[in-house]
């Protein structure tokens, strides 16, 4: 019998922006409209988070500590309480506004720009962010992005790979432990530099009182790299900073000029 399966990751974001995979969800629909809602935690990602950032998935208790969670006909709490039902008024143009033509609910909330206000979850396609360490290696003595990538990685509940040694399920924890410590530490750093700044300037009456836009440095510099390797465009790279493509520019010939001085 023909099934469609549908794949996504449930997820969460920090205050750093890190992504955060708590589980899998798979959901199958056989042609006699039967259907089949699978969900495994990602148990070594869940470890790592506050209870401020993650309270569970809503439906599963995760203190049983199970491989997967299956549901047979039944759709399980986490979906049905952020997508819209069969009898909804307003169905179809929530579809086509996803570019859907029936409605698959795992899908929908994989589509959907709508964010569920209850908790930080969501859920987005399958992605897969291992990485192995000499591929940071173009990215020279910048420590902050590297510290940065293998968080990505980690936080995401995938593997960093070098000759010498592997960050996975095993030892996720010690470094995530340990690589978090110094990011923050480097965050505050910056943070307390640039207010400093901000103070020495209005001192000498230099400072207009507008600030500009606040980017993440470390982020920031992951687009940069990954613009100026024309891995994205320019309006790619300003949305994923989250400012204008103007904005965007003006700052990447800010970081050339700051790397050549």
Known sequence: MREVITRGDICLNDEYNFIYKVAEITYREKEDESFIYEIKPNYSVIDLLTAADFQGIPGLDLEQRKKNYIRNNITPVFISE???????????????????QYLNRLEWLIKTDTRYSGDK??????????????????????????CRKMLETICYGNTVVSQSFRINDRNRKQYFDLLIALYSTERKYLDTQRKKGIVASAEKGNYKGRERIKIDPFAAGEVFSDYEEKRINSTDASQKMGVSKSTFLRRYKEY??????
């Not at 952020?82 to 859907?100: A, F, Q, V």
């Open 82 to 100: 952020r997508t819209p039902g069969s009898n909804r008024e307003d169905l179809w143009k929530l579809l086509d506004d996803c570019d859907m």
């Open 121 to 146: 979850l969501f859920v987005q396609k399958p992605q897969d962010k291992t990485i192995k360490v000499e591929s940071l290696r173009e990215l020279g003595n910048r420590s902050s992005l590297i």
């Open 256 to 261: 050339c000029h700051r790397l050549n001085s």
